[in-house]
C-alpha cells in the first residue's frame, strides 16, 4: 500500500483535491436547488397574495353590487372569506413561519424570513392588513357597512398591493444575491480544480455533456448575440421544440431570424448599448419569436450583458421563455374585467373607458356624439311569470336585437339588470337619433316565446347629445336617464330627449 502510494503520490494528491472538490460542487449544487426551489416558492405566494389582495375588493364590490340590485350575496361572501382566509394564513407564516396552501391547495412549510428589509415590509404589511382583516371578520350585511368597508378596501388596497410588489421584488433579491454568492465560489472551485490536475478537463467535460442534455430537454432558450457582428453564437438545442428549427439555422447567423421586426428593433437598440459600453435600461422584456411556418410566439427574455469567449467584445445573452399561455389568460381576464358575463356585452367598466375616448374624440373632430339610456318595460313582470332563466335568455335577444339595429360605429353596453346604454357618435340630427331610438322599441316590443313562454316587453329612452346636454359622461348618462324617466312616467314604450 504505501509503495503504490508512493510511487503515485504526484496523481494521488490531486486526484484527491479532484474528489474533494467535487464532492464540495455537489453538495453546492444541492445547495442551489435547495434555496431555488425555496425561493420559487417564496416568490409564488408572495405574488400569490396579490392576487388574493385584489380577489377580496372584487368579492367586496361584488357583494356591494348584488346587494343593491336584491341579488343573492353568499356566493361572493364565501369567495372572499375564503380569499381573506388564504391570505392571513399566509402572511403570519411569512412572518413568523408556518404552514400554509400552496398553489395546487398542498400544505407547504413556509420558513420565517430573517432578512431585516423583508421583515420590514412583513410588518408594514401586517400593520395594514389587521385592521382590514377584523373589520371584514365583524362585517355586518347591510348597505352601510357594505359600502364603508369597500371604500376602506379600495382605498387600502393599492398601499397592500405595492407592499406585496415590493416584498416579491425583495424576495427575488434575496434569491439572486445567494445565487450569485453560490455560483462565484463554484466559479472558484472550478478553477482549483483545473490548476489541481489535468483529469479535471476530463471531469469539466464530463458536466458539460450532462448540462448540455439538461438544457436540450428545457423549455426554455438559451441565447448568446455578438454586439459587434450581431450574429448568433450560441443557442440551446431546446430551440427546436419552441421554433421547430434545428440550432445550425441560426448559429453564425443575424439576430432578425429569430424575432419579429418589433422585437428585432428593440434587440438592435440594446445591441447598440452592449457595443458602447454601455448597461441595459432593463433585465427582462417581452418579444415574438418566429416560428418557422411564421406563426409569432409571445416570449419573456431575460437579458444580460458578458464578455465573449476572446474577451474582445461585449455579448448580449438571454434566457426565453415562451409566456404564450400567460399572455392567453391575461386577455382572458382584461375581457371577463370589461364584458357582461351574460350577453357578452360591454359591461359598465367598459362603458366608462369607451365613453371617455368617444368624447375625447369628439372634442378633437369637433364632432356630435349621444349617449342613449334603454330600460326595458313590464321585464319584471317576464321574471316574475316565467323564472329569471327566461329573463336571462330575454336579456341575451334584447342585446342581439339592439346591436341589429345600429351601425358598426355604434356600441351598445348593458349596465344593470334590465338597462342598456348606446354611444352613437358622428350623430347628424336628432331625426336620426329617433329613428334609431324607434326602430329599438319596435324591435324590442315584438312578441317572443322563449321557452314555450310568451314574453312582451317594450322599451323606454332617453337620448342625451353631447356637447349639448352635457360635457362628461357623468353629466350625459344622469340626462338620458332622466329623460328616459319622463317617458316612464308619461306612459312607457317611447324615445324622450333631454328637455
Known sequence: MFEVISKYRHFLLPLSLVIIFDITLLAMNYRISVQLEASSININIAGRQRMLSQKMTKSLLLMHYQQNQGL?????FEELMEAMSLFDQTLNAMINGGETLSADSQLIQVEQFKETVIQTTLEQSVALWNPLYLSIQQMQLNDSALEQLVNAMVADNLQLLALMNKLTNQLEASAKRQTYLLRGLQSIIVILILLSFAMAINRLIRREQYFSKLMEKSSDIVIVINSASGNITFISASVKLLLQHEERYYLGQPYHRLF????????????????????????????????????LIDAEMLLQ????????????????????????LELALTEMAHK?????????????????????????????????FIDLDNFKSVNDDCGHHVGDALLIEVAQRIGQRLRASDTVFRIGGDEFVVLLSDVDNDRHLQKVGDKIIATLSEKMVIDNCPCQVGASIGIARYPEDGENIDALLKAADEAMYRVKQSGKNAVAFVA
Open 72 to 76: 343573492n350575496t353568499d356566493a361572493a
Open 260 to 295: 419579429d421586426q418589433e422585437s428585432a428593433t428593440r434587440i438592435s437598440h440594446l445591441l447598440l448599448l452592449a457595443k458602447k459600453f454601455r448597461p441595459l435600461p432593463y433585465s427582462r422584456c417581452e418579444v415574438q419569436l418566429v416560428r418557422a411556418d411564421n406563426e
Open 305 to 328: 450583458l458578458n464578455r465573449s469567449e476572446d474577451g474582445r467584445t461585449i455579448e448580449l445573452s438571454g434566457d426565453i421563455r415562451d409566456i404564450t399561455e400567460r399572455k392567453q
Open 340 to 372: 357582461d358575463s351574460l350577453t357578452g356585452l360591454a359591461n359598465r367598466a367598459q362603458f366608462s373607458l369607451l365613453a371617455e375616448q368617444a368624447i375625447l374624440q369628439a372634442q378633437r373632430k369637433g364632432t356630435s356624439l349621444a349617449m342613449m
